[in-house]
C-alpha cells in the first residue's frame, strides 16, 4: 500500500460545479496537511495549508482533514474554467528535520468546461 | 508571498556534458531547499534535501555523484546533472522551505531534454 494514494481521475465538471478532491494516507505520523495546484509545465502553487484535523477555508476553497480516517478533501466552489490544472495532495509528519520532507499524492487532473 | 526562482526553465544538450539548474528564494531565506524528479503524469519524486552549508541527503535509489547538490548560500542552491544521458531527460523542480511552518514553496520547473 502506498503512503498516500489520490484517485488520479482525470476530472471534468462544468464550470460553476462542486469539486471534491480526496486522498487517502496510512502514516498516522502525518501532521501536516497541504494541497497544490499545478499548471501544466509549472511548478506546483500551494493552495491551502492544514495542520492536523479540520476545516479551513480560503475563498472558494476548503481543506478538510479527518485524522481519525486518514482522509483529506479539497473543495473548489463555484468552479472556474482556470482552476483545470492538477491537484496534488502532500503531508509531512513534522516541520523539520527527516520527517519534514513532503510525501505526494500522484495527482488528479481537473477539467472545468465552460 | 514567498517567491522561488529556477533557471533555466528549458535546456537541450549533447549527451555526456554536464547541466547546472539554479534555485533561488527570492524574498526569503531558505535553510532548507529540496531537489525533486517529476515523470510525464506522474507525482514529485524527491531527489535530495539541501542544507546550507552542509551535505545534501539523497533519497535511495539516487546517485549522489551523478547528481552534485550545492547550497552554498541562504538563497541559492544548485542542482549539476553530471554526464547527462538521454533517461536523465526529465522536469526538474525545487523548493525551498519558508517560515517557521517550514512551508514548500516550488520553483517553476527545469525541462530537461539530453539529445
Known amino acids: 500500500q502506498k503512503e498516500v494514494e489520490q484517485d488520479p481521475g482525470p476530472l471534468s465538471v462544468p464550470e460553476g460545479a462542486i469539486v471534491s478532491l480526496n486522498c487517502t494516507y496510512s502514516n498516522s505520523a502525518f501532521q501536516y496537511f497541504m494541497w497544490y495546484r499545478q499548471y501544466s509545465r509549472k511548478g506546483p502553487e500551494l493552495l491551502m495549508y492544514t495542520y492536523s484535523s479540520g476545516n479551513k477555508e480560503d475563498g472558494r476553497f476548503t481543506a478538510q482533514v479527518d485524522k481519525s480516517s486518514k482522509y483529506i478533501s479539497l473543495f473548489i466552489r463555484d468552479s472556474q474554467p482556470s482552476d483545470s490544472a492538477t491537484y496534488l495532495c502532500?503531508?509531512?509528519?513534522?516541520?523539520?528535520?527527516?520527517?519534514?520532507?513532503?510525501?505526494f499524492g500522484k495527482g488528479i487532473t481537473l477539467s472545468v468546461r465552460p | 508571498g514567498a517567491v522561488v526562482s529556477q533557471h533555466p526553465s528549458w535546456v537541450i544538450c549533447k549527451s555526456g556534458t554536464s547541466v547546472k539548474i539554479e534555485c533561488r528564494s527570492l524574498d526569503f531565506q531558505a535553510t532548507t531547499m529540496f531537489w525533486y524528479r517529476q515523470f510525464p503524469k506522474q507525482s514529485l519524486m524527491l531527489m535530495a534535501t539541501?542544507?546550507?552549508?552542509?551535505?545534501?541527503?539523497?533519497e535511495q535509489g539516487v546517485e549522489k555523484d551523478k547528481f552534485l547538490i550545492n547550497h552554498a548560500s541562504l538563497t541559492l542552491s544548485t542542482l549539476t546533472v553530471t554526464s547527462a544521458h538521454p533517461e536523465d531527460s526529465s522536469f526538474y523542480i525545487c523548493?525551498?522551505?519558508?517560515?517557521?511552518?517550514?512551508?514548500?514553496?516550488f520553483g517553476a520547473g527545469t525541462r530537461l531534454s539530453v539529445l
Open positions: 539541501s542544507n546550507e552549508g552542509s551535505k545534501a541527503t539523497y
Open positions: 502532500a503531508m509531512s509528519g513534522a516541520l523539520t528535520g527527516a520527517n519534514s520532507k513532503l510525501t
Open positions: 523548493s525551498a522551505g519558508q517560515g517557521s511552518k517550514n512551508i514548500q514553496y
